[in-house]
């Protein structure tokens, strides 16, 4: 065959061999609304929620757990109603994971108080049976670096001012420092002494996974 | 043309290079199967699992599969073309560029700065580092291809080619992204697109460096082990360009069921069923070469490596899109029959034509006899035992948990809690890590074969 014997000419047509799939299913969906619709019930996430979700990215936590919940009949029974892609607006990169070691977690905010959270995130037997997830404990020490989180916003895409960030965060603190915050004595018990007073990794963690899902939640009780 | 002229230390240091991101890859999934049934190997978050396992997969599928490919690809292009590498310090170049690159991800990754699309985590001054050697890489590539001796290009040559041009496509496009700092990058796409993007990249990167550089290992050095020429030529033709023209079509059957437009799902499903003729079409060829020549299965441990391996890849063929399909995806997806198959694809297909490769490879461009076959033979057996091992405990545990998840009681509520189906799978996390033990054990002799057929004492007899 002649084109075995024409190695730019092979190149450049096995490129174009390759593209045609690519253009079809990855290059023209880009540019189509049903891969990234929005919805006004869908919020973006707050500042603190952010750091919390560069956090879980950090720690891999998508390795283990998906944020996708599949339109079949034990899946809504178990994690609640399914997934639908207005709710990935503002997920950039998105988190679907692709295995679950544990529970999926895309219905996962409000199911438990934030004590809960603190309690399994320090240790997860503590209130998981057997549960193999690593222990996480050592994320309360880490006071969370907001140095960034600005920026952040902005490349995100979020519309706040750096007024509303720092006011964000500034709310965050305040609420879990606050001697009437329900898991207070929780965040007490897992949090070192010299981080009680200020925002720690774990705080933002825990203020990511109670966000999840949260909008459609509070979408059907409206309704 | 004489054979002192070909470059061959760039691929002796290939071949070194994959054979220790081998060993640490494993050693990194040896310690992450641990984890799987006994937390306490958590031991900093350094070591913890959701770090460790992107190690792991990143050293295998980079570091290992990516140096065997670079060591084979700069033999075959110089016996192939019957040309001398053109730029042999690029070469040089390359190799230490590709080792720092990966030795900053390892401790990068272990870090925490990763982007979390799968086999893409690495943050964007290692992507940008990965693109610069992939372009010294390329740049060899096509130099030796037009100065080449040889008119007609052998279908090797194809493959490498074809993997040349799209790894490049792909990983360009799916790491498009906007720093914040030097550790940290945000993917340019949102939502269901970036999954979209994640998932044609993550399926293709898998078959242009599992699939076509492993196909053009296999058609070189199954016919140059063998002494028999590849059956159909042909069939290899067609089965060629089926291949890429299909591939690029069935990412998106990673996302069944997902909130991914649902044509996109299906037109990848057609694609991939589709796909098992080519796939098959290279099997046949491979089982054909053989035809009359079977007893070399028992007397050319060569051909064991080629033909095991070429079955496996068989098997993952089929099975690959089989699993695909809505009904069966609905069952396996997301439990540990998806790991099995992935683990058979790169245990016994990959792992397997690279022993054979390097085991025909290192005595030619070494001069030297290869230090132990027996030694060989054990390495086979070892590898053989413990993937088929591993996969058919993790298939097993996926039907486990697929079916457990699914249970429910007469009154429909659900009859199992997830924590339910985990208690079930340890035993099956335990076993699984013996037999990766046992492989590992396999991969140190192979490793130790090699090592002590390189600085064997040239023989008395000449080579």
């Excluded at chain 2, 909130?259 to 057609?270: H, R, S, Y």
Aim: aromatic fraction near 14%; charge should be positive; proline fraction near 5%.
């Amino acid at each position: 065959m002649e084109i075995s014997s024409k190695p730019a000419i092979f190149a450049i047509l096995s490129g174009l061999v390759v593209l045609i799939g690519t253009v079809v299913t990855m290059f023209v969906p880009l540019f189509m609304r049903s891969t990234q619709p929005v919805s006004r019930y869908v919020k973006p996430y707050t500042a603190v929620e952010l750091e919390g979700r560069d956090i879980y990215i950090r720690e891999g936590c998508n390795n283990c757990h998906t944020q996708t919940v599949r339109p079949l009949m034990t899946e809504v029974l178990r994690y609640g109603t399914y997934s639908k892609s207005e709710e990935f607006a503002y997920d950039r990169p998105f988190l679907w994971g692709s295995r679950r070691i544990g529970p999926d977690l895309n219905r996962v905010g409000g199911k438990y108080p934030d004590a809960w959270h603190y309690s399994h995130l320090q240790r997860a037997r503590n209130v998981s049976g057997n549960s193999i997830m690593p222990p996480f404990g050592w994320l309360a020490a880490n006071r969370l670096d907001t140095t960034n989180t600005f920026r952040k916003t902005v490349i995100q895409g979020f519309g706040y001012s750096r007024r509303q960030v720092t006011e964000q965060i500034a709310g965050d603190r305040a609420r879990v420092t606050d001697p009437g915050y329900e898991s207070k004595a929780m965040r007490d018990r897992v949090t070192p002494p010299e981080c009680l007073t200020g925002l720690t990794e774990m705080d933002a963690l825990v203020a990511y996974i109670q966000k999840l899902g949260r909008d459609v939640k509070s979408l059907e009780v409206a309704q | 043309m004489d054979d002192s002229t070909y470059e061959y230390r760039i691929v002796r240091d290939f071949a070194y290079s994959a054979l220790i991101w081998l060993v640490l890859g494993l050693t990194a999934g040896l310690w992450i199967a641990f984890e799987m049934f006994d937390p306490a190997l958590n031991l900093t978050p350094w070591l913890s699992f959701g770090r460790l396992r992107v190690v792991h997969t990143s050293i295998l599928t980079f570091g290992f599969a990516l140096s065997a490919i670079f060591a084979t690809a700069y033999y075959m292009l110089q016996r192939l073309t019957r040309a001398s590498l053109p730029f042999p310090r690029l070469a040089r170049g390359h190799l230490y560029l590709f080792n720092v690159t990966m030795l900053l991800a390892a401790a990068t990754l272990m870090a925490g700065m990763n982007s979390s699309k799968e086999y893409a985590e690495l943050e964007w001054p290692l992507d940008i580092l990965v693109l610069i050697f992939w372009g010294m890489f390329s740049v060899n590539v096509f130099a030796i291809l037009i100065r080449r001796h040889e008119k007609q290009m052998y279908i090797s040559l194809w493959y490498l080619i074809s993997t040349t041009v799209s790894i490049a496509l792909l990983y360009v496009v799916n790491n498009l992204e906007i720093p914040v700092t030097p550790f940290k990058s945000y993917s340019v796409f949102a939502g269901a697109a970036d999954a979209n993007v994640q998932w044609w990249y993550g399926h293709n990167i898998i078959g242009f460096i599992f699939t076509m550089p492993i196909l053009a290992m296999f058609y070189y050095f199954l016919p140059k082990s063998t002494g028999l020429p590849i059956y159909s030529h042909r069939l290899s033709i067609v089965s060629f360009w089926s291949l890429i023209f299909a591939y690029l079509w069935t990412g998106a059957h990673h996302l069944i069921l997902t909130p991914l437009p649902e044509w996109i799902q299906t037109v990848a499903l057609a694609f991939s069923i589709f796909l098992i003729a080519p796939s098959w079409g290279v099997v046949i060829n491979g089982y054909y070469t053989l035809k009359g020549n079977g007893e070399q299965i028992r007397s050319n441990y060569l051909a064991k490596f080629f033909i095991f391996g070429v079955t496996f890849y068989a098997l993952q063929t089929l099975q690959g899109p089989l699993q695909g399909l809505r009904t069966v995806n609905a069952f396996f997806h997301y439990s540990d029959w998806v790991i099995g198959h992935v683990h058979m694809g790169a245990m016994g297909w990959v792992t397997m034509i690279i022993s054979g490769s390097f085991y025909y490879m290192i005595p030619k461009i070494t001069g030297k006899e290869l230090y132990s076959i027996r030694l060989a033979n054990v390495h086979f057996w070892l590898i053989l035992a413990g993937q088929l091992a591993l996969t058919i405990v993790m298939w097993a545990g996926g039907i486990l948990q697929g079916a457990m998840l699914k249970t429910t009681n007469p009154d429909g509520s659900l009859t199992y809690s997830f924590l339910d189906t985990l208690n079930a799978l340890y035993p099956y996390y335990q076993l699984r890590f013996a037999a990766g033990a046992v492989y590992y054990t396999g991969i140190l002799l192979f490793v130790w074969n090699i090592i002590r057929t390189v600085s064997r004492k040239p023989a008395a007899t000449g080579a």
